[in-house]
């Protein structure tokens, strides 16, 4: 049994870490550490959560499963934190203070404009410097510098109602996918569109990660629930409108927005995506919250503790309803808005960094 002084740490993030280095000297080499907490403290929800997040990313994430039971208790000293290890023990001593200084390492999200016009925008795509590619309501177009080239795309089918599209970037070249179509062109300008009808697969993406590619269901605006792997491996899940994924003990665990129930995270809508957090483990979940047409919205991160959504952090607002959240290649999620003064739709990158305060940046 290992018994810390007063750790010198100055949020949770930096005790946990401290405890991560003790768990290690107790682990196998060729193990990786499969992290329980319980909670027995006054530590809230999303205070559990950035513990255990930052105790995942400090320990060994490959190799075979070592389970560590972590206790969060306290006296009237302070925060007392124990693990077990098999049969061994490392304990820590938490000041008070370290609780109260946790929300300024925690993860903001930010928002920054890229792009806005009349009509519906569905995905956006930075072209490596070449422009932002701009996915529409049966168009695509290229704005480089000002100067902005627009392809239509045609269906013989009408569009569905709530209408949907991704963009996926491959090298020099992009895809456009809408209901029943799929588009292919270089990203460097003058900007083509090759464009078939097609039932092809959309992709699904966790940061740049492919976790797989699903069917959208014929004429809706969902996904039917078959999906392809990496691999090449056909699954069968329930209908769903969008998919997310999170890492736990060095472990990929899926989150989706079913179809018959779309608050899987809670109070939360259609729309989730993954994003990478810098401020511990490598992934969270980004959700919309429920609401009408005609109602303001706002997206929340969250993380996923034994089962469970943990809010994380505060929600970032927007100006009417989000009618898309995507990955967006590079980092972050493309978020898009439609301003329920103006009726103008408005993309913008949404990612999150250490901090406390939120800070919208103005459009470059």
Known sequence: MLVAGLSRAQNLADAARELAAKIALRIESGERAAVVVR????????????????LEAALPRQGTPAEVRVTLSENRQGLLWVAEIG?????????????????????????RLLWEQDSSILDVAPADGLGLLVLG???????????????RINSSRPWPRDLRGRLELE????????????????????????????????????????????????????????????????RKLAPFFSAAAIEQNGETAWILAPVDSP???????????????PCGARWLALATRPGDADEADGVQAYDVVEGRPVAVGQPVEFPGPVTALWPMTG????AVAR???TGRYAAYRVALRCGSRQVSEPQP
């Open 137 to 151: 309501a049966g168009e695509v177009s290229l704005d480089r510098e000002g100067k902005r080239e627009t392809v």
């Open 331 to 334: 980092g972050g999620a493309v």
């Open 39 to 54: 909670n027995l403290s006054s530590l809230g929800p999303a205070e559990v959560a950035e513990v255990r997040r930052a």
């Open 263 to 277: 608050g899987t995270l809670g109070a939360v809508g259609g729309d989730i995506a993954s994003i990478e957090n």
């Open 87 to 111: 049969q061994q023990v490392a304990m820590l001593k938490v000041p008070r203070t370290a609780a109260s200084n946790a929300a300024a390492a925690g993860p903001v999200i930010d928002k």
């Open 171 to 234: 090298g020099g070249s992009f895809r456009a996918y809408l209901p029943g179509i799929v588009c292919r062109g270089p990203t460097s300008p003058p900007l083509r569109a090759d464009c078939r009808e097609s039932d092809e697969p959309w992709p699904l993406y966790a940061g740049n990660t492919l976790l797989g590619r699903a069917h959208l269901a014929a004429g809706r605006n969902y996904f039917d629930g078959r999906v392809v792997t990496p691999s090449g491996t056909s």
């Open 339 to 341: 301003d329920l003064q």
